[in-house]
């Protein structure tokens, strides 16, 4: 019996490129792209060193989809998945390995400055839309709020409130 293990990576880092979505010939979707991690340190002699890493992340199914429409370079991700390696032939035909994380979960970041879909993930094609939605979008204006008061209610003083 085999004994127990544990192949767990967790990172925080940004991404270095926009998330590739592909799909195999039997359908399966799969995204690639790279996070960069950075480590900081202060030397002896009191100068600060940097070093940075790049880590090739992947993910298969409804987690690459999600990726590809969530996912763009730039953004602060918390990542967790499982490292794997492989090897192959390149086209000069050497042979070549590869590191790998496979992705199980993430979490994207906010930073407050750009939308947390990447600018252009969750927006619909145009083609998606029909022609009556955006009449209906056109049509309807947003009713005006009724200020309504109860001979019961007491008259509130903005000075009063303590926000």
């Given at each position: 019996?085999?004994s127990?293990s544990?192949?767990?990576?967790?990172l925080?880092?940004?991404?270095?490129?926009?998330?590739?979505?592909?799909y195999t010939?039997?359908?399966?979707?799969?995204?690639?792209?790279?996070?960069a991690?950075n480590?900081?340190?202060?030397?002896?002699?009191?100068?600060t060193?940097?070093?940075?890493?790049?880590h090739r992340?992947?993910a298969w199914?409804?987690?690459?989809?999600?990726?590809?429409?969530?996912l763009?370079k730039g953004?602060?991700?918390?990542?967790?998945g499982r490292l794997?390696?492989?090897?192959?032939?390149?086209?000069?035909?050497?042979?070549?390995?590869?590191t790998?994380?496979v992705?199980?979960?993430?979490?994207?970041f906010?930073?407050?400055?750009?939308?947390?879909?990447?600018g252009?993930?969750?927006k619909?094609?145009k083609?998606e839309?029909?022609e009556?939605?955006s009449?209906n979008?056109?049509?309807?204006?947003?009713?005006?709020?009724?200020?309504?008061k109860?001979?019961?209610?007491?008259s509130?003083?903005?000075?009063?409130i303590?926000?």
């Open positions: 019996m085999a127990r544990l192949n767990r990576v967790i925080i880092g940004n991404l270095t490129r926009d998330p590739e979505l592909k010939p039997a359908g399966t979707a799969v995204c690639t792209f790279g996070v991690t480590r900081s340190w202060t030397t002896a002699d009191g100068s060193k940097e070093e940075v890493q790049y992340i992947v199914q409804k987690l690459a989809e999600l990726c590809g429409k969530i763009a953004r602060k991700v918390y990542l967790e794997t390696y492989r090897s192959f032939t390149g086209k000069d035909g050497q042979q070549k390995s590869i790998e994380i992705l199980d979960d993430f979490i994207v906010s930073d407050g400055k750009r939308p947390m879909d990447g252009n993930a969750i619909p094609e083609s839309v029909s009556e939605t009449k979008k056109e049509e309807k204006k947003p009713e005006p709020i009724e200020e309504t109860n001979k019961d209610e007491e509130v003083n903005p000075d009063d303590p926000f």
